[in-house]
């Protein structure tokens, strides 16, 4: 192992091991050092994206929508099952070997691009220094370097009221963990996450309750319209979605969590066999630098960086989580491709007006761009177009025709402004969007684009003709 790079990246991480592998392509000798240890002890590269959230989620949401539709759809297909039977344990298994199928994917691709991939801790000890210690060791070794680049992510935000121990009151990595299906689950905060997590113990069999301190559902994250049209469907589905709902206390008492909250000023309690705290995110920054090498954090505590992703520290960077912003995990591998090429004196920025977000329920939520609120509140002045599934051949195929693409367009110039959809494979029809939205389309240019039928995607090409007022496939609203 070299002593000596150009750069060490610390944190493997969507952001890190991207930005460690591009560095690498451009030429530079690289270490990135990760201290990520699984439940069975074995480090591993990723990050909480590829070991505890991104993937292992995605997984158990596909297992338990499988498990829902056997129950619930196959007989309308005309497929007999008889009893579905669930097995957990299986389920699990799938989900870990997915995830290590990945990390592992990760140590080849260092392995193939000549990176370093140390497993263990880095603490930033001065310019150009890094003192790194192995995993089960206590000596560290110093290491030299010409650039350094902080990629530490984030880790789940606890409740005082709420703290986690692990097996009744756990956060988002422990709530993809159960062993068996709990009877009743609570969730506190309905955000992305929680929404997820709720959604896979749900199909599962779990009476689930959301516990949510905002008044209106997704508030300030997807669009109103969008969000109230979301909410409708998961209630449909059994959620149990608490708005206004402000947790108080959450005390472990025999196998279970007595958990009290208020709504409206009224108090209220429930009991649960495994409570959930998914109540957002903060920046990792401990232990990060030692004492006189510290980078400067902003208010919130996440590390302020200039628009090169320089910190206050001379040749420190930092992207991802750890900086803010949206923290996914998309937006932080596109910063740690802009960063290395920074470093390697090239020209890079990310694009952080068409970011796509994602919400892989069923059906999903997904956006990118300005929503019809933000426009309002900034006085924009906007067209709308909208298409519902219900009108859609595909999505009626796949007994799945909930939902609809909502397109916003400059009234002006008819750039789209911004894109919301729920429904079915959202997740991959909003990429027409973002790609789009870069070019800086316009909703004509949509309408003009010729789609497949059928399919999926004609929704959006409906959408942007009724941004116009001439849908084919829905009654155009007067204007």
Not at 68 to 87: M, N, P
Not at 282 to 308: H, I, N
Not at 415 to 443: C, D, F, K, N
């Amino acid at each position: 192992m070299s002593k000596k790079y150009d750069l060490i990246v610390i944190g493997a991480g969507p952001a890190g091991y991207v930005a460690a592998i591009r560095a690498a392509q451009l030429g530079m000798n690289v270490a990135c050092i990760d201290k990520w240890v699984n439940h069975d002890g074995k480090a591993a590269f990723g990050g909480t994206c590829l070991n505890a959230g991104c993937i292992p989620s995605k997984a158990l949401l596909e297992s338990s929508e499988l498990y829902h539709r056997a129950q619930h759809e196959f007989e309308k297909h005309g497929i007999a099952t008889g009893k579905v039977k669930l097995d957990v344990a299986a389920m699990q298994a799938r989900k870990t070997g997915i995830s290590q199928q990945l990390t592992g994917g990760i140590a080849q691709l260092f392995k193939a691009n000549g990176v370093d991939g140390l497993a263990g801790t880095g603490q930033i000890r001065g310019q150009g220094k890094v003192a790194f210690t192995a995993l089960g060791k206590k000596k560290a070794e110093m290491l030299e370097c010409d650039k350094i680049l902080i990629a530490s992510g984030s880790e789940p935000v606890e409740l005082p009221m709420a703290k986690f121990d692990g097996k009744y009151i756990v956060d988002s990595w422990g709530a993809l963990e159960f062993e068996s299906v709990p009877k009743r689950v609570g969730v506190i905060g309905a955000g992305v996450i929680g929404t997820e997590l709720g959604s896979v113990w749900s199909r599962l069999g779990s009476d689930t309750v959301l516990l949510e301190a905002q008044d209106q559902f997704l508030a300030g994250i997807a669009d109103g319209q969008i969000a109230k049209d979301a909410l409708r469907q998961f209630k449909k589905q059994g959620l149990d979605i608490r708005l206004g709902a402000r947790v108080m206390s959450a005390d472990v008492k025999g196998a279970g969590v007595d958990v009290k909250f208020s709504v409206n000023g009224e108090e209220h309690s429930e009991r649960f066999d495994r409570l959930i705290v998914a109540v957002g995110r903060r920046p990792y920054t401990r232990d990060l630098c030692s004492s006189d090498a510290s980078v400067e954090l902003d208010e919130k505590g996440f590390v302020a960086v200039d628009e090169a992703y320089r910190t206050s520290m001379p040749d420190v960077y930092a992207v991802g989580d750890v900086i803010g912003g949206l923290m996914l995990a998309h937006k932080g591998s596109e910063e740690g491709v802009a960063v290395a090429e920074i470093i390697a004196g090239h020209k890079a920025k990310v694009n952080y007006d068409c970011v796509p977000s994602v919400i892989y329920t069923a059906p999903e939520v997904a956006w990118v761009g300005k929503t019809e609120e933000a426009l309002k509140a900034a006085g924009v002045s906007y067209r709308v177009g909208s298409f519902p599934f219900t009108a859609n051949g595909r999505a009626k195929a796949l007994e799945a025709a909930a939902g609809q693409v909502k397109m916003l367009a400059c009234a002006e110039t008819d750039r789209i402004l911004g894109v919301h959809m729920v429904g079915p494979y959202v997740s991959e029809l909003i990429a027409e969007m973002v790609l789009a939205m870069e070019y800086g389309a316009t909703s004509e240019d949509i309408a003009l684009t010729m789609h497949a039928h059928p399919t999926l995607s004609e929704s959006v090409h409906e959408a942007a003709l009724s941004v116009d007022g001439r849908a084919i496939h829905a009654i155009n609203k007067k204007r």
